[in-house]
């Protein structure tokens, strides 16, 4: 009769080692991380409730981010050393996550019973508070490779038109030993940069609604600006005409008006 107990912890510990061991950092949601991935920076999801099952009570945790690039030889992924704890390859010793993975960040584990309230980011005041809690943002940090004091995991940008693969390595911070990770992500390309020269123009790449609209609003404003033109020829005549009656009216009554002068009889002595 004791053993229904302990197989349901030891089921809930296997599922939860699974969750970890099968989950795969993903991009976060567009709705929340708009223009994302950019030239130099790609938005995460953190990893909610992924760890927390497998962390003991009254130990220190913390989540490092492991990043590369996606062309990356297999046997250079490596995020341990042969004591199983986690290595702190950099950016600049990587060549960028070219020859293997460095780590970019490292940050406290999420609290799976305080989930970020997505609605919320509909409150610009709230906005920037729900996209910490909920984001990561990698590439953010365009300083800390010139930081000559800097101790901490370095977030340099990405490169452009570069996929990048990522890992969350769960790190016991009093022995630095691992204790959980995810399996790598699915390549995150980021963006590339378009010459303006290489922009297509050419109105047989717009779609045919677009050409129709444009057209009608072409019709339409040459119709508006012949009629202003027109109104004003007419104004222009129907004034020149007045002036020309006035003139006329004027010149006849003052001919009219003029008095002849009056001959003057002498008387006859």
């Not at 390549?187 to 717009?206: E, N, Q, V, Y």
């Not at 019709?219 to 109104?231: E, S």
């Amino acid at each position: 009769m004791m053993e229904g107990p302990w197989i349901v912890l030891s089921f809930c510990c296997f599922y939860q080692l699974c969750v970890a061991q099968t989950y795969r950092p993903k991009i976060a949601n567009p709705k929340f991380a708009t223009n994302n991935p950019t030239l130099t920076t790609i938005a995460l999801e953190k990893p909610f409730c992924v760890f927390d099952d497998l962390m003991s009570k009254g130990a220190s945790y913390e989540i490092y981010l492991y990043v590369t690039v996606d062309s990356a030889r297999p046997s250079r992924l490596y995020i341990t050393d042969n004591s199983s704890k986690a290595l702190n390859a950099t950016f600049q010793e990587t060549n960028g996550g070219q020859n293997g993975s460095y780590k970019a960040i490292a940050i406290s584990v999420p609290n799976c019973a305080s989930l970020p309230i997505l609605s919320d980011a509909t409150d610009a005041s709230k906005v920037p508070a729900v996209l910490a809690q909920y984001l990561i943002r990698v590439g953010d940090d365009t300083y800390c490779l010139y930081d000559p004091n800097r101790l901490e995991a370095c977030n340099p940008p990405l490169s452009e038109d570069t996929a990048y693969r990522f890992k969350y390595v769960l790190v016991d911070q009093a022995t630095g030993v691992v204790k959980d990770q995810t399996l790598w992500s699915h390549p995150i390309k980021t963006r590339k940069l378009m010459h303006p020269s290489t922009i297509d123009t050419w109105p047989g790449r717009r779609s045919g609604g677009m050409i129709v609209i444009t057209s009608i609003l072409s019709v339409l404003m040459f119709i508006v600006v012949a009629g202003f033109l027109v109104a004003v020829i007419l104004a222009a005549v129907m004034i020149s005409d007045e002036t020309a009656t006035e003139t006329r009216y004027v010149s006849q009554t003052t001919h009219q008006s003029i008095p002849r002068p009056q001959e003057t009889i002498e008387p006859e002595t």
